[in-house]
C-alpha cells in the first residue's frame, strides 16, 4: 500500500540530501584507507578514553540533577491551578527557547573569578578568595543543566497530567501518608514521563558542544569539542569521523534501548 | 508532615528552581544599561553606550539581518515541507510509515556536531560554505522535527467530520484542504512557524561550520565571547531575551497552546 506517502517525499529528499548523504559520507573518512586504525586510536589511547569517560560521567550527572530538580517543577505546574501553571509554564519556557549563548554569556558573568557570584560571598564575608566556578567541571554541570532542565519538565508534567487523580483521593481515603502516596501512586505511575526526560536529556548531553567550550574553559574536555578541534585546528578528518561515528552509535544505541523499555512499559 | 506543610515545602523548592532558570535571563539587563568600560556588577550608573555601540556597528548589525532572513526563510522552507510530511505521518497508510517517522525525527537525536560535520565536507566540496540558501537547507533539517511534531500532535485532536461534512456538501479536495482542514489547522501552524524561526535564529554550531566569512548574529556572539566579552553582548542578549518573549506571547495568543504539543 502506498496512500499517502506522495506528500512526504519533499522532504525526504531535503533530509537526504542534506542529512543522511552527507553524515554517512563522512563517516566513511574513518575508514580511509581500508584499516580500523582511527578507531583503535578513538577507542584505545589513554588521552582519548579519558574524554569518552569524561562525557559519559558529565552526561550521568547532568541527567541525574535534572531529575532532582524537574521532577518538582514537573509535578507542581501539574497539580496547581490553570493560572499558576500557565505561568510556570511561561518560566519554563522563556529560558528553553532563550539562545544557549546568551545563557552561556550570562553564567560567565555569574560565575567568573569577579562574577556576581564570588563578588557577593566575598561581600557578606562567607569567603576570602573567589571560588573557582568557572573553566571547570562544576560550571559545565551548572551551564548544562540549566539548558536541558526544561526537556526534563515537560515529559515528567505531561505523566503527572496523565495520571488519574482519582487514584489519589483513594489513596488518601484509605490514609496513606503523603510520602507513601508519592512513593507508591505517583512515581510508579509517572516512570515512563521519568524515563522520557531523562533519556532525552542524556542523549543530549551526550553531543553537547556550546556550554563545554564555552564554559569549560577548554579544561573540561567532551566528545563534541574533541571532534569540532580535530576538524577546525587539527584537520585530521579520518580521526573526527571515527569519533563522530562512535558518538553516533553511543547517542543511537542510548536512545534505541531507551526506546524498547519504554514500549515494554507501555504494554499492559 | 499535613498536606498543607508539604505543599509549602515544594513550593520553596520550586521557587529556588525557578530562580535559577531565571537568573541567566535576568543578570544581563542591568549589564546591558552599565555606565562602566568593562564588565562590572553592580554596574555604576545608567547608560545606553552598548545599545548605541551596537547600532553604530555594521558588523553586528549585518550579522542580526542575515540571521533574521536566514531565520525566516528557514520557517517557510520547514513549513511548506514539514507540513506534508506531518499529514503522510498522521494520515498516510503506506509500507516503511514507522521508518519515515524515525528519519523526520532523527535530526532531534543525532548530535547537531555530526551534523554540522558532515554538512562542512560536503559543502566544502560544492563551494556552498557561507552562501546564506546553505545555512537555510541545514537550519531546515534541525527545524523539521519541530514542525512535524506540532502538527501531527493538530492533526490528532483534529475532527474529520468536518472535513467529511464539507465534501458531503460538494466541496473539492482542494476546497476542503484550503477551506476547512488547513484554516483548523491554523494555530499548530502558527506555532511551528515560530518554532522553526526561533531554532534556526538561535543555531550555533551548524553556523559555526557553515557561516564562513558571513557571521550569523549567534556566530558574532560566540566570537565576542571568545574574544572579549564587553557589555554589547549584554544589550544583544537583552534583544535576544525580548525577540524570544514576543514569540511566545505570539504563540500563545494565535498558535496552538504550548501545552498542547506536550505529548
Not at chain 1, 517525499?9 to 563522512?26: H, K, T, Y
Not at chain 1, 558529565?58 to 501539574?78: E, R
Amino acid at each position: 500500500m502506498r496512500r499517502g506517502l506522495l506528500p512526504a517525499l519533499p522532504a525526504l529528499v531535503l533530509l537526504f540530501c542534506f542529512f543522511l548523504f552527507p553524515v554517512v559520507r563522512m563517516l566513511g573518512f574513518s575508514l580511509e584507507g581500508g584499516t580500523l586504525d582511527w578507531y583503535a586510536k578513538a577507542l584505545g589511547e589513554g588521552l582519548y578514553v579519558e574524554v569518552f569517560w569524561n562525557t559519559f560521567e558529565i552526561a550521568v550527572f547532568v541527567t541525574a540533577i535534572c531529575l532532582l530538580l524537574g521532577y518538582p517543577l514537573g509535578f507542581l505546574i501539574a497539580t496547581t491551578t490553570p493560572a499558576w501553571a500557565t505561568l510556570g509554564f511561561i518560566f519554563v519556557m522563556l529560558p528553553l527557547w532563550t539562545s544557549v549563548l546568551v545563557r552561556t554569556y550570562a553564567w560567565m558573568v555569574l560565575l567568573g573569578r569577579n562574577g556576581v557570584f564570588n563578588r557577593w560571598l566575598i561581600d557578606i564575608g562567607l569567603i576570602s578568595d573567589p571560588l573557582p566556578l568557572l573553566n571547570n567541571f562544576a560550571g559545565v554541570l551548572i551551564g548544562m543543566v540549566h539548558v536541558l532542565l526544561p526537556y526534563m519538565v515537560l515529559p515528567i508534567y505531561g505523566a503527572v497530567r496523565r495520571l488519574d487523580p482519582a487514584l489519589v483521593t483513594a489513596a488518601q481515603g484509605l490514609g496513606a501518608s503523603n510520602w507513601r502516596i508519592f512513593w507508591r501512586v505517583y512515581l510508579p505511575l509517572t516512570l515512563p514521563g521519568i524515563f522520557a526526560g531523562a533519556t532525552i536529556v542524556f542523549v543530549l548531553s551526550l553531543g553537547f558542544f556550546i556550554t563545554p567550550a564555552l564554559l569549560g574553559g577548554g579544561k573540561v574536555m567532551m566528545l563534541a569539542v574533541l571532534i569540532e578541534q580535530q576538524i577546525h585546528q587539527t584537520l585530521n578528518w579520518p580521526f573526527a569521523a571515527a569519533l563522530s561515528a562512535v558518538l553516533l552509535a553511543l547517542t543511537l544505541g542510548v536512545y534505541s534501548l531507551a526506546q524498547l523499555f519504554t514500549r515494554q512499559e507501555a504494554r499492559p | 508532615m499535613s498536606r498543607s506543610a508539604s505543599r509549602r515545602l515544594l513550593i520553596v523548592a520550586c521557587t529556588a528552581i525557578y530562580v535559577f532558570l531565571m537568573l541567566p535571563l535576568v543578570v544581563v539587563f542591568p549589564i546591558s544599561f552599565s555606565s562602566a568600560l568593562y564588565m562590572q556588577f553592580p554596574p555604576p550608573g545608567f547608560s545606553l553606550q552598548w545599545y548605541e555601540r551596537y547600532l553604530d556597528d555594521p558588523q553586528w548589525i549585518d550579522a542580526t539581518v542575515r540571521s533574521l532572513y536566514i531565520g525566516a526563510a528557514t520557517a517557510v522552507l520547514a513549513l511548506a515541507l514539514g507540513v506534508p510530511l506531518a499529514f503522510a505521518l498522521a494520515r498516510g497508510r503506506f509500507a516503511g510509515r514507522l521508518i519515515v517517522d524515525r528519519i523526520a525525527l532523527a535530526p532531534l537525536v543525532v548530535p547537531t556536531i555530526i551534523l554540522s560535520v558532515g554538512l562542512y565536507g560536503l559543502f566544502a566540496k560544492l563551494k556552498l560554505i557561507g552562501e546564506w540558501y546553505g545555512l537555510v537547507a541545514a537550519h531546515t533539517v534541525l527545524a523539521l522535527p519541530f514542525v512535524v511534531l506540532v502538527t501531527v500532535a493538530g492533526l490528532r485532536d483534529f475532527d474529520r467530520a468536518l472535513e467529511q461534512a464539507a465534501e458531503g456538501l460538494g466541496a473539492s479536495r482542494r476546497q476542503t484542504l484550503l477551506r476547512v482542514t488547513l484554516p483548523l489547522l491554523r494555530p499548530s501552524l502558527v506555532s511551528a512557524g515560530l518554532l522553526a524561526f526561533i531554532s534556526s535564529f538561535d543555531e550555533l554550531v551548524v553556523a559555526l561550520f557553515l557561516a564562513g566569512p558571513n557571521m550569523t548574529l549567534p556566530k558574532k556572539m560566540f566570537d565576542n565571547i571568545m574574544m572579549e566579552i564587553d557589555p554589547t553582548i549584554a544589550a544583544v542578549s537583552v534583544m535576544q531575551i525580548l525577540l524570544v518573549s514576543i514569540v511566545l506571547v505570539l504563540i500563545g495568543r494565535f498558535g496552538r497552546g504550548l501545552r498542547g504539543s506536550v505529548r
